[in-house]
C-alpha cells in the first residue's frame, strides 16, 4: 500500500493502475521551453540560434523570442559572431557566469565545506573544516560566520543569491561509524534546515550528500559523457546515487542506490559495506597498526609500512565490493560506475583499476561490464551538487516545470524522500 504523501507535496486525484500523468499550460510549457534553451547554451555554447533550435526542436522563431528573454534577463551574453560561406554573421551565445550564485553547503561526520558557485558551475570561493562529528550548534556557527566571509571575498552581493543547497547524509546519526560518539544523535532530533534558514533569508533545498555528488557529477561532470552511471561516493561512510537517462532516479522512496547498506559477502552480520569501504574504515585499519590518520591529506603522507596497510584496504575493499557491482551491471546496466568523494585521487585510480581487474573476470559470465573511472567532480562533489540545486529549481529543465502545484511558504525544498525523480516537495 502506498503510504500518504507529506502535506503540500504533489498528490494523484484519483489512484489508476497506470502511470500519474498531469497536463500543463502555455505558461509553464513556454517555461519549460526556456530552461531546455538555457540549459542548450550552458552545455554548447558558444551557439547560434540555429545551432539551439537543431539541438532542442524548437521553432526559429521560438529560439529568437526565448534568447531576446534570456539576454534581457542577463541570463546568458552575446560572444561574437559565427561567420559563414553568405549572409548575415550569426550570433553566438554563452552564459552569463555572474547572472546568479547559489551556496552549496556541506555537512558530514568528518569535514563542514562551503562554496559559492556561479551558473557555470565555477566555485568562486570556498571554505572547509576538518571536525569529527560536528553538532548542529558547531554547523550552524560555522556557516554563519563563514558564507559572509566568502560573500565578501568573492565580491557577491547577496541579492545575487537565488538559494542555498545542503548536502547531508540520511541517517546521519543512525549509521554508526568507529568512534562516533553517543551525542552525535542530536542529529535525529534537528533540522538542517531549520538550523540556517535565518542566516541568508533565501530558499533552503536538502538533499542526500551521496545524491548531490551525482546530480553535480551529471550536470558538470561525466555526464556530459554519460547519460547513464552509478555515482560510488566514498566519504566518511559510503553512499551512490543513480543517474538514468540523463535525469537523477530516486526510487519509490526516494532512497535509491544506498549500496553502503549492503551487507559484504562472507563478513560478519555486523560489516556493511560502509564500515570497509570508506575514510572511517580506512582510518580505523591504520589505527590498528599504529598509524593516526584523521585527514584524506594525511593519506597522502604515507610511509612504506603504512602504505602496504592501504594496498590491503584497496583489496578488502575490492572483495566487499565486486558483488555489488556484479549486481548493478546485470540490474541497471549503467554506462558507468564512478567513483568520488573524499578519498585522494590516486587512491580512487587504485580502487578503480582492481575493480576493473577483478570485473574483467567476469567476461562471457555477465551481459554487459561498466567500466569503473575516477568521477571528474572533485572532493567537493557533495557541496558543488547541493549548490547545483537552486540553479535545478529556477532555471534547468526538470519535469516539475511542466507540473501544476502550490508553492509553500517557508522556503524550504527537500528532494527525494519519497517524491518522484525531478519533482519536489516544499515544507
Known sequence: ????????????????????????????????????????????????????????????????????????????????????????PATKFVINPDSCFSIGLNVDRDHITVV?????????????????????????????????????????ARERLIGVGVAFPDDIARAHLPDQ?????????VRIDDLIRDVLDIPVFIENDAAAAAIGEMQFGSGHKYRSFFYLLVT???????????????????????I????????????????????????SRLDAQGFRVATPRGLTRLGPAAQLIVDDWIHECTDALVDALVAINCLIDPEAILIGGRLPSILVDQLAASLNHRLASFAGQLPAIAPVARALTSDDAPAVGAAILPFSYRLLPARFALLKSEAGSSGTYRFGGGVADDEFMIQ
Not at 550552524?140 to 566568502?150: A, D, E, G, P, S
Open 181 to 189: 560518539p553517543a551525542d552525535y544523535a542530536a542529529w535525529a532530533s
Open 116 to 156: 559559492v558557485l556561479d551558473f557555470v558551475g565555477k566555485i568562486r570561493a570556498r571554505a572547509s573544516r576538518e571536525i569529527l562529528f560536528a553538532k548542529p550548534a558547531t554547523v550552524r556557527t560555522f556557516f554563519q560566520r563563514t558564507v559572509q566571509q566568502l560573500l565578501a571575498k568573492a565580491g557577491i
Open 236 to 258: 566518511a561512510a559510503l553512499g551512490g546515487g543513480l543517474v538514468v537517462d540523463g535525469s537523477y532516479f530516486r526510487g519509490a522512496n526516494g532512497r535509491s542506490a544506498e
Open 1 to 88: 500500500m502506498r503510504n500518504k504523501r507529506p502535506a503540500g507535496e504533489l498528490e494523484a486525484a484519483v489512484p489508476t493502475a497506470g502511470p500519474e500523468l498531469s497536463g500543463t499550460n502555455l505558461a509553464r510549457a513556454g517555461d519549460h521551453n526556456q530552461r531546455v534553451t538555457l540549459h542548450a547554451v550552458r552545455v554548447n555554447g558558444p551557439v547560434t540560434r540555429a545551432e539551439l533550435s537543431q539541438r532542442t526542436g524548437l521553432t526559429p522563431p521560438a529560439i529568437a523570442n526565448i534568447t531576446n528573454r534570456l539576454l534581457k534577463d542577463q541570463l546568458i551574453l552575446k560572444a561574437g559572431r559565427l561567420h559563414g560561406p553568405r549572409g548575415q
Open 260 to 283: 553502503g547498506w549492503l551487507r559484504a559477502h562472507g563478513t560478519a552480520a555486523d560489516r556493511q559495506l560502509q564500515n570497509i569501504v570508506s575514510l572511517s574504515g580506512l582510518y
